[in-house]
């Protein structure tokens, strides 16, 4: 970065102190409300991955899901046709693998949201199924 001397040469500029004290308070909320989130994550996963397993099939199902942000790999391998090397090392093997769906749950993720996801994506799969298509 060109500029001035400021910072003792680390940076040039001038801390911009309301957006300090705004990060500062938003990691201060995070601390208090990481271990509910958590808990509220992992329960919506579970809600998902026990109404899905063993329903569905990957990168078919992709099509046929308009509604649902999903993906087959993570956005830094999105130009391989190779599957999750995630996946493999932790013992997937290559078939399965190439099946895999990325279904992304965060902190304002709803109840409602992964039933309507799940309706959605076991419908696709019954309908693509029906067309012989997985």
Do not use: W
């Not at 060109?2 to 300090?20: M, Y």
């Not at 039933?115 to 997985?134: P, W």
């Amino acid at each position: 970065m060109n500029g001035g001397g400021q910072e003792r040469g680390i940076r040039s500029g001038t801390v911009p102190t309301p957006l300090v004290v705004g990060f500062g308070a938003a990691c201060e909320l995070a601390m208090k409300e990481m271990e509910y989130d958590d808990k509220r994550i992992r329960a919506l996963q579970e809600r998902m991955l026990n109404a899905i397993r063993g329903k569905l099939e990957g990168e078919s199902l992709l099509m046929g899901l308009k509604e649902v942000a999903v993906s087959s790999g993570s956005a830094c391998t999105s130009a391989s046709l190779e599957p999750s090397y995630v996946l493999r090392a932790l013992g997937v093997d290559e078939d399965m693998a190439h099946t895999s769906i990325r279904y992304g749950i965060g902190r304002f993720t709803t109840e409602e949201e992964i039933d309507r996801a799940v309706e959605l994506t076991v419908g696709s799969t019954e309908e693509l199924r029906y067309y012989g298509l997985l």
